[in-house]
């Protein structure tokens, strides 16, 4: 009567590639800010009050909760 759908099977190939998206953002982000703050910098003579530390710390958390949202989304489409 009901056929299995297997929807949000979570298996291990769904999980590797769930922490290899959320890894990823994490220091995708993290880098970009900071580059993009010495960019600012260097060519703007945009100078930043917060240190590249304190940046790339920002936008490592922005990238793990885009990373998250991301893997969640791999985790709960159907196989």
């Known amino acids: 009567m009901y056929q299995q759908q297997n929807f949000g099977a979570v298996t291990g190939k769904n999980l590797g ?8 953002g994490v220091a995708a982000f ?6 993009q ?3 600012n910098e260097y060519f703007i ?12 710390k920002r ?4 990238g793990g909760a885009i990373g998250a949202v991301a ?8 196989s």
Do not use: F
């Open 17 to 24: 590639i769930s922490t290899i998206v959320i890894l990823g």
């Open 30 to 35: 993290a880098v970009s800010g900071v580059v």
């Open 37 to 39: 703050s010495a960019m």
């Open 45 to 56: 003579g945009m100078k930043r009050s917060k240190t590249y530390k304190t940046i790339a």
């Open 59 to 62: 936008n490592a958390v922005l």
């Open 71 to 78: 893997a969640a989304g791999i985790l709960a489409a159907p």
